[in-house]
Each structure stands twice: as structure tokens, then as C-alpha cells.
Nanobody, 114 residues
Framework: QVQLVESGGGLVQPGGSLRLSCAMSGNFFSVYAMGWYRQAPGKQREWVARFTSGGGTTYADSVKGRFTISRDNAKKTVYLQMNSLKPEDTAVYYC????????WGQGTQVTVSS
């Protein structure tokens, strides 16, 4: 059984940084694509960043150049480094294994406010 647990969220001022972590329990972490999504209040969940099938990374235009996704297969953990945070980045951030399994974590709240 796969479980994903996100951590690292919190309150940060505009321009600040946070690093989110997503730890997976279960096997075969390295075969999952892994990605991050977010959902702001009153809005639909949107994709933020993910690994591609070739092992590269891809980002939503809204976070490109500010966010970096990375992974440590030995620790079965995926990270999201978020820099130059803006109030519009405020959301609950979720990690996912990606298709076809589509396991999801419970989310971690990120609030960007002065």
C-alpha cells in the first residue's frame, strides 16, 4: 500500500522561500513519475511541477524559474523548493505518484502573506 505524506508548509512573507517534502511509504518509488499540484481556496486543483518519463522536469508557467522539483530515490522522497514566493502561491500543496496509479497525499498548507 502506497502512502504519501507532505510536510514543510507554513506561513511565509512574499519573496520568501519554503521547501516542501513528500515521503512515500511502500515499494518501487523510483518507478513513479511524481509530481506536485496545488489548490487555492475556491479554485480547482492545478498542476505545478512533475518529472517527465525521460527523467527531466517540467513546470507550470506560473512557477517556472521560481520552483524546483527534485527527488531522492534512496529516501523515497520528492521535494519542491519554492523561491520568490508570491501571495498567489497560497494554496494547499499535494504530491502525487502520477498516472496510472495516481496516489495522493493529504496536502500541506502554504500561505504567502505579509
Amino acid at each position: 500500500q502506497v502512502q504519501l505524506v507532505e510536510s514543510g508548509g507554513g506561513l511565509v512573507q512574499p519573496g520568501g522561500s519554503l521547501r516542501l517534502s513528500c515521503a512515500m511509504s511502500g515499494n518501487f518509488f523510483s518507478v513513479y513519475a511524481m509530481g506536485w499540484y496545488r489548490q487555492a481556496p475556491g479554485k480547482q486543483r492545478e498542476w505545478v511541477a512533475r518529472f517527465t518519463s525521460g527523467g527531466g522536469t517540467t513546470y507550470a508557467d506560473s512557477v517556472k524559474g521560481r520552483f524546483t522539483i527534485s527527488r531522492d530515490n534512496a529516501k523515497k522522497t520528492v521535494y519542491l523548493q519554492m523561491n520568490s514566493l508570491k501571495p498567489e502561491d497560497t494554496a494547499v500543496y499535494y504530491c502525487t505518484t502520477g498516472p496510472p496509479s495516481n496516489y495522493w497525499g493529504q496536502g500541506t498548507q502554504v500561505t504567502v502573506s505579509s
